[in-house]
């Protein structure tokens, strides 16, 4: 039958490396180019680039992001979070592939902080956003699973840069709305997302109060069947609780929409939602000078990392910080005057090199 048409694994293996040579072939400047035609082979061998551990790789992937700077930036932003199970993926692939439909450019990422700790992915799963993955105006990029989360958050804010710099217009950012991650993503978003379900269990309890704060827009995700009554309660709920909450600084009044993704019901309002929300914090100045205080945050927070994985690597640190734990333990010094100690055996660390 069919069989002796499709390629065996050896023809499969050949392809692949072929593939692999021809990218290897291109050198900074041809990857830089074909990136900013919108070449998403390109795009995605510079990621793996800022993403690999090697250091020649990553100074390469590095070079070619800072000829891509002056073309990045022009894009919405936005984080989307939620519990899992709360409709995310299916919620980014439907308005996805609504935007992409349109004629808009896509691009889809995920910080995921559960791959860090089990390797395994709550995001990560391949099988997500079919139909988006394959939509010629789509980009998706699964979650970067290597490094601290700190380092995760850096290469996908590269990542976002080098999207911009390929033309796509609206990025996605989905994180899970447990610990730290959420933080992360709001800081490198211009519009925050929360996803919600209705009904589940003591309806404001779901999610802590300072990732409410941060939400731009609520979505109750799931309107559809049976759940059209008690998604429509919670709206009015989620309203009244976001009128608890101080006004924003940005001028923007956070709004509560209801979706279905599986039936792509409320899908285009939440895209109308973000669209008047670009056109008040670009004509008010706030968009511009929000992502000028990230870059100055990312900046900060890229110090303090480096000063401590510094800080850890210097030898005997270690054994400095155990012997004078226990002197602090014996209530013989201070915390303050610890850790002067510690900072003084690092800093003579330094000046003896
Ligand atoms: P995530 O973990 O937040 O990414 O959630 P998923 O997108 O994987 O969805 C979790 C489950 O909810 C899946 O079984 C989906 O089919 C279902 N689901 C997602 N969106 C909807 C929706 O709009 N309506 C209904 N009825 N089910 C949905």
């Not at 919108?38 to 510079?46: R, W």
Request: aromatic share 6%.
């Amino acid at each position: 039958m069919s069989s002796n048409k499709s390629p065996n694994k050896a023809q499969i293996d050949r392809l692949i490396a072929n593939k692999k040579k021809h990218a290897d072939r291109l050198t900074p400047a041809e990857l830089t180019s074909r990136i900013l035609k919108g070449d998403k082979a390109a795009l995605s061998e510079t990621i793996t680039l800022i993403e690999s551990k090697n250091e020649a790789q990553n100074k390469i992937g590095q070079e070619i992001l800072k000829t891509c700077l002056p073309q990045s930036g022009k894009s919405v932003r936005v984080g989307i979070t939620g519990v899992p199970g709360v409709g995310k993926s299916t919620f980014i692939e439907s308005l996805g592939t609504y935007l992409a439909e349109m004629g808009k450019k896509v691009a889809v990422m995920a910080i995921d902080p559960s791959s860090e700790v089990s390797k395994g992915s709550i995001l990560g799963d391949k099988t997500r956003m079919n139909n988006l993955a394959v939509h010629q105006n789509a980009f998706i990029r699964p979650t970067a699973t290597s490094g601290s989360l700190g380092g995760v958050a850096r290469k996908t804010r590269e990542t976002i840069l080098l999207c911009e710099a390929a033309g796509y217009e609206i990025i996605l950012i989905e994180t899970v709305g447990v610990g730290q991650s959420e933080t992360e993503v709001h800081s490198m978003t211009d519009f925050f997302l929360l996803l919600m379900l209705a009904g589940a269990g003591d309806e404001l309890q779901g999610i802590k109060r300072g990732i409410m704060e941060m939400a731009d827009t609520i979505v109750i995700t799931k309107t559809d069947g049976e759940n059209i009554k008690k998604a429509n309660l919670a709206r009015a709920e989620y309203k009244n609780a976001l009128h608890l909450f101080p006004a924003s600084p940005n001028e923007w009044i956070p709004k509560v929409e209801t979706v279905s993704s599986t039936e792509n019901r409320g899908i285009d309002k939440v895209w109308r939602i973000i669209q008047s929300f670009d056109q008040l914090v670009v004509s008010n100045g706030w968009k511009a000078k929000e992502r000028e205080n990230q870059q100055v945050y990312w900046m900060n927070e890229s110090v303090k990392a480096q000063l401590l994985a510094d800080f850890s690597k210097t030898d005997g640190i270690q054994n400095e910080i155990e012997s004078i734990t226990k002197q602090l333990k014996a209530g013989t010094i201070t915390s303050y005057q610890a850790a002067n100690q510690i900072l003084a055996y690092y800093k003579n660390g330094k000046t003896n090199i």
